[in-house]
């Protein structure tokens, strides 16, 4: 039987699983910060911009 696996090569330079593995630890980093009350630090036009927990965007998929 042959192997369907994707070689660390074929992984990088389609780019989408490492784009999916870099989207979800976002997701998490920003849930985990609202959910404890800490804020975080975004470039927003132009500047650096403080966000409360409050205000952190989380993704409905990664509040589940």
Do not use: Y
């Amino acid at each position: 039987m042959g192997s369907n696996r994707k070689t660390i090569d074929e992984i990088f330079e389609e780019g989408t699983l490492v784009d999916e593995a870099l989207r979800r630890g976002v997701q998490s980093a920003l849930l985990r910060h609202k959910q404890t009350g800490n804020s975080i630090v975004v470039w927003q036009d132009g500047e650096i911009v403080w966000l409360k927990p409050e205000d952190i965007p989380v993704s409905q998929e990664s509040s589940n």
